[in-house]
């Protein structure tokens, strides 16, 4: 480590910061769309079923790829704004006397 101007520079490893990815995508979201992708192929067992599990995975897996090369935590954001009123009514104080 160097000092510059008499500040320590301090080393920030990546693994720190990069978000939980698995395959490119949010790790949660791809493992849920693999199950439900298996569940299609394997419980059914038909070659229609097959194809439309194959199909719901690749389509789903790219789909959340591009989600989160957008935003690495898009659906937690999404769940978080889902919790936020619509519109939230000036005050004057937190201590407001209604006469």
């Not at 059914?44 to 995975?57: D, K, L, N």
């Amino acid at each position: 480590m160097q000092e510059q101007n008499g500040l320590k520079a301090v080393k920030i490893h990546s693994a720190l910061n990069k978000p939980n990815l698995l395959m490119g995508a949010e790790r949660e979201l791809i493992l849920l769309v693999g199950l439900f992708s298996a569940m299609m192929v394997f419980i059914a067992m038909t070659w229609q079923t097959f194809i439309v599990g194959i199909i719901m995975w690749v389509i789903l897996s790219t789909l959340l790829r591009m989600m989160a090369k957008a935003d690495p935590q898009m659906s937690k954001i999404y769940l978080r704004h889902l919790k936020y009123n619509g519109f939230y009514p000036a005050h004057s104080t937190p201590f407001k006397r209604d006469k």
